[in-house]
């Protein structure tokens, strides 16, 4: 094939298959739009009821209990409420290329809201020994927990990352291998 320049051009590279597929009209098979939908729906249920409708609660019981709770509830909700809408969409979006990038705001947006809870965080568990002495005492922060659960969303986003990479490079091959063909 010639272009306008008279420049030889290579034929187009046909999309990606891996080399068990022997069917020439095999696609994977991804669930459909409706059943994408569905799922995500319930993901967003579910998320919202941990990042919006928990803490409130969480803060009305600490401060009935006398322990301060410094954070806004309607921050709080308005940011879980995005975090939600943001993994319902991770999910209906993984058969596009959108999965990466889309996964990489959840996952900024989910680190930006523990980060405000460990800021804030002001509960911290003292455990002594069974004889109630003082001798090598263990406290460990609300913090620490939320720091750890920060490391999960930090791996995600490196996941996030180089799905978004292997996307470029060889676009279609992740396809195949999450929906393989039955």
Do not use: C, K
Not at 14 to 28: G, K, L, N
Not at 129 to 138: E, F, P
Request: proline content about 9%.
């Amino acid at each position: 094939m010639d272009d306008s320049a008279g420049q030889r051009r290579s034929p187009p590279r046909p999309a990606y298959r891996p080399p068990f597929v022997t069917d020439p009209f095999a696609r994977p098979r991804y669930p459909s739009v409706l059943t994408r939908i569905g799922v995500g729906i319930l993901i967003f249920l579910g998320v919202f009821l941990v990042l919006v409708i928990l803490p409130p609660y969480a803060a009305g019981l600490l401060r009935s209990n006398g322990i301060p709770f410094s954070l806004s509830i309607q921050n709080l909700a308005l940011v879980g409420t995005l975090a939600a809408l943001l993994d319902a969409t991770y999910y209906a979006v993984r058969p596009t290329v959108a999965y990466g990038p889309v996964g990489i705001a959840t996952d900024l947006v989910e680190l930006g809201y523990l980060y405000v809870f460990y800021l804030a965080s002001p509960i911290r568990i003292s455990l002594g020994d069974l004889n109630g002495s003082a001798h090598g005492v263990l406290s460990i922060g609300f913090g620490v927990v939320l720091l750890v659960l920060g490391i999960g969303a930090l791996w995600n986003l490196a996941g996030n990352a180089t799905t978004t990479l292997h996307d470029l490079r060889r676009p279609g091959e992740r396809l195949w291998s999450t929906y393989p063909v039955r």
